[in-house]
């Protein structure tokens, strides 16, 4: 017998660097998101600092998942009530990564480092690792954007028994190949979904900054690639939605 499960992921404005409109923001939208039963809620690429590959800034933002700064973060989101995932630039040591933590009531579940970084992310480098998680016996594994091009990263998920990959991703673009890509982007993630089995629940940014657009798309796709709900293209919006696993 199948069980229901509410999931829920943001299409919001690039906030970049500043920390504390993020966090608030990520309260505002979880606790909006726990009201409608959601026990699960994704947010998009780097959202916690902002997505950003010039080095300096990358290194300057980067935040250490062992450090002070990051256990007063996770105290700020002990009250929140679901499973959350956000992006984040994580350093360790010299190394950045492009990173998606699980958090629990305030506790470091885990995270996923994106395994395949796109041309212009060589400043970060790779993850390894495929982990997958559990919440309230629904089990889902991560891609980050990129990492949906290639079908070995969803099977890594679906592979390990996970019904659900969350995909937090970033696609502020220069306007014609946002044009292009539009479509493109929910097609992808669809062919994920059928090739795995796997329900799908993406984040991704939207509006525009310095002279790049980001139209989305937040979406859920079901096993058979059909997209079953997704926020309007360019709106700023929370998605609810119940999936059967």
Same mark, same amino acid.
């Given at each position: 017998?199948?069980k229901q499960?509410?999931v829920a992921?943001?299409q919001?404005?690039d906030?970049q660097d500043?920390?504390e #409109?993020?966090?608030?923001?990520?309260i505002?939208q979880?606790t909006h998101?726990?009201?409608q039963?959601a026990?699960?809620?994704?947010?998009? @690429?780097?959202? !916690?600092?902002?997505?950003v590959?010039d080095?300096?800034?990358a290194?300057? #933002?980067?935040?250490? =998942?062992?450090?002070?700064?990051?256990?007063e973060i996770l @105290?700020k989101l002990?009250?929140i009530?679901?499973?959350?995932?956000i992006?984040?630039?994580?350093k360790v040591?010299e190394? !950045?990564? +492009?990173?998606a933590?699980v958090?629990?009531?305030?506790?470091?579940?885990?995270?996923?480092?994106?395994?395949? !970084?796109?041309?212009?992310e060589r400043?970060?480098?790779?993850?390894?690792?495929?982990?997958?998680?559990?919440?309230?016996?629904?089990?889902?594994?991560?891609?980050?954007?990129f990492?949906?091009?290639?079908? @070995? #990263?969803?099977?890594a998920?679906?592979?390990q028994g996970?019904?659900?990959?969350v995909?937090?991703?970033y696609?502020m =673009?220069?306007p014609?190949n946002?044009?292009?890509w539009?479509?493109?982007?929910?097609? +992808?993630?669809a062919? #994920?979904a059928?090739?795995?089995?796997?329900w !799908?629940l993406?984040s991704?940014?939207?509006?525009?900054?310095?002279?790049q657009?980001?139209?989305?798309?937040?979406?859920?796709?079901?096993?058979?690639g059909e997209?079953?709900?997704?926020?309007?293209?360019?709106e700023?919006?929370? =998605?609810?939605?119940?999936i059967?696993v």
């Amino acid at each position: 017998m199948k069980k229901q499960f509410t999931v829920a992921a943001c299409q919001l404005f690039d906030v970049q660097d500043d920390l504390e #409109r993020s966090l608030e923001e990520i309260i505002d939208q979880a606790t909006h998101a726990a009201e409608q039963g959601a026990a699960l809620v994704c947010f998009s @690429e780097c959202y !916690l600092q902002g997505y950003v590959v010039d080095e300096r800034q990358a290194r300057r #933002r980067a935040i250490d =998942l062992a450090s002070v700064q990051f256990s007063e973060i996770l @105290e700020k989101l002990k009250p929140i009530h679901p499973t959350l995932v956000i992006g984040m630039i994580e350093k360790v040591e010299e190394s !950045l990564y +492009i990173t998606a933590v699980v958090v629990k009531r305030g506790i470091l579940l885990g995270h996923y480092r994106k395994n395949q !970084l796109a041309a212009g992310e060589r400043l970060f480098a790779a993850g390894t690792e495929t982990p997958v998680f559990e919440v309230n016996g629904l089990r889902f594994g991560i891609n980050i954007c990129f990492d949906l091009q290639f079908s @070995e #990263r969803a099977a890594a998920v679906a592979n390990q028994g996970a019904a659900l990959v969350v995909c937090p991703c970033y696609n502020m =673009l220069h306007p014609e190949n946002a044009e292009t890509w539009k479509e493109k982007h929910n097609a +992808i993630r669809a062919e #994920r979904a059928r090739e795995t089995g796997l329900w !799908l629940l993406s984040s991704d940014v939207t509006g525009e900054r310095d002279g790049q657009i980001s139209y989305g798309p937040t979406a859920v796709i079901d096993p058979g690639g059909e997209v079953v709900a997704q926020v309007p293209l360019m709106e700023e919006g929370l =998605l609810v939605h119940e999936i059967s696993v």
